[in-house]
């Protein structure tokens, strides 16, 4: 009964008090629409940069060759240090950590031919591994360079999705020859689109790949540019990377501490201190959303506040009645959460609407707003939190308040 006496007690003063509490529900829709919006515009923005930036790979490290810095048992510094594919592959084997490896050789501006559409762009020699470790997904109806192909030295090619789009245009690129420095290759495969916001020699989406066994017989490259290593988890690359280093500083007599003899770009710290900058704005976008629904649940409590001076005498006249303490306090706290949860849900719903109607064109810049179980979760428990601090004090003045000297106020 108490509940509901509740209720009918707060419709009967919201209706004697339209404007004034029209304006504190204003405060918690407001403040609930905030924090749910920049919630959800948080975690968008996080999962867009996040996918971004795996466009390039998952815990991989990009190697270089490099130049000593530190003389050696008697050699001197300034030796350039480069490794071969034989080397790529001892590594594999040698060193502890390592999930997958790829040797990766570039030819600059090779000439890529189909009808009358020429293209300059690099064409890059791997090995079928290379596809796992960059997120190189071929789309339906192709695939990515096989162990036959580089055992055989096929002459196959696969390309990336802008590269297909100026070569052929609209047609369907799988199963049609390209000539490659005037050399015919077959396209057995074209990347899907993906997102990808870093790179080392440029986007992959203009990219083409070609077995390395058939790419050393076109060109007779003998190093590799660059060697891609990936391990299975984000902490172990710091142990493969110092693997390689004592695996090329025995082999090639240079220090093992001697940071310049290999270029190593770890793309795992570099994720690790982006993903723990997108949680900290994501986090400091919350706590924006947090301060503005407490400016709202400060608005409840100076209403109920009101409240409590208009319903002195009657609070007065229940506890001589034999109303107990416990008995007010949770009718004023009641009112509150009604009221607050008005608004909450209000606010919540008119947050959801604008994100459902977000332009999609703003996806490439922020990605798409989301608010997922976990979100939701935060945001009614941070909702329900203001609610019971907002009544809490104004329902212990309730019911504090000493019968004889309620009933003597008025």
């Given amino acids: ?137 071929p789309q339906l109806g192709g695939r990515y360079l096989n162990a036959f ?7 196959v090619i696969v390309i990336g999705n802008v590269l297909a789009e100026r070569l052929f245009g ?38 083409a790949w070609i077995p390395t066994s058939t790419f050393r017989t076109m ?20 142990g493969v990377v110092n693997g390689i280093f004592e695996f090329m500083a025995h082999k090639y007599a240079f220090d093992p501490d001697d940071s310049e003899a290999l270029s190593i770009w770890d793309t795992t710290e570099t994720f690790a201190f982006f993903n723990l900058f997108f949680i900290a704005l994501q986090s400091f976008l919350i706590g924006v959303g947090c301060l503005t629904l407490i400016t709202g649940g400060i608005g409840v409590t100076n209403i109920m506040n009101v409240v409590l001076e208009e319903r002195t005498k009657e609070i007065g006249i229940k506890m001589a009645l034999g109303a107990k303490k416990r008995t007010i306090m949770l009718q004023f706290l009641f009112e509150t959460i009604i009221m607050t949860a008005i608004g909450g849900v209000l606010g919540f719903l008119i947050a959801l609407a604008i994100i459902s109607v977000f332009p999609a064109s703003f996806e490439e810049y922020v990605g ?15 909702l329900g939190l203001v609610a019971l601090v907002s009544g809490f004090f104004p329902a212990r003045r309730a019911a504090e308040l000493e019968p004889v000297k309620a009933l003597k106020l008025f």
């Fill in 1 to 137: 009964m108490i509940p509901l006496q509740s209720f009918k007690q707060l419709l009967r003063d919201m209706r004697h008090q339209k404007l004034r509490t029209l304006m504190t529900m204003f405060g918690i829709l407001w403040g609930t629409a905030s924090i749910v919006l920049l919630m959800g515009f948080g975690t968008g923005i996080h999962k867009h940069q996040m996918r971004q930036f795996k466009g390039l790979g998952e815990n991989i490290s990009i190697v270089w060759g490099g130049m000593t810095s530190l003389p050696w048992e008697g050699l001197p510094r300034g030796r350039q240090i480069r490794f071969t594919e034989d080397d790529v592959a001892r590594i594999k084997t040698s060193v502890p950590g390592i999930k997958e490896i790829s040797p990766e050789y570039t030819r600059w501006g090779a000439n890529i031919k189909y009808g009358r559409n020429i293209v300059n762009t690099p064409v890059k020699g791997v090995w079928p591994t290379f596809s796992d470790m960059r997120n190189i997904i």
């Fill in 149 to 155: 192909d580089q055992a055989q030295k096929r002459r």
């Fill in 170 to 207: 609209t047609a369907d690129p799988v199963g049609q020859t390209v000539l490659v420095n005037n050399i015919p290759f077959v396209v057995v495969g074209v990347m899907a689109a993906k997102d990808q916001d870093s790179s080392y020699h440029g986007r992959d989406s203009r990219m």
């Fill in 219 to 238: 060109w007779t490259y003998r190093y590799p540019s660059i060697m891609i290593v990936q391990t299975e988890k984000l902490d172990e690359m710091a």
């Fill in 368 to 382: 798409i707003p989301t608010v997922d179980g976990v979100g939701a979760a935060l945001a009614i428990a941070i």
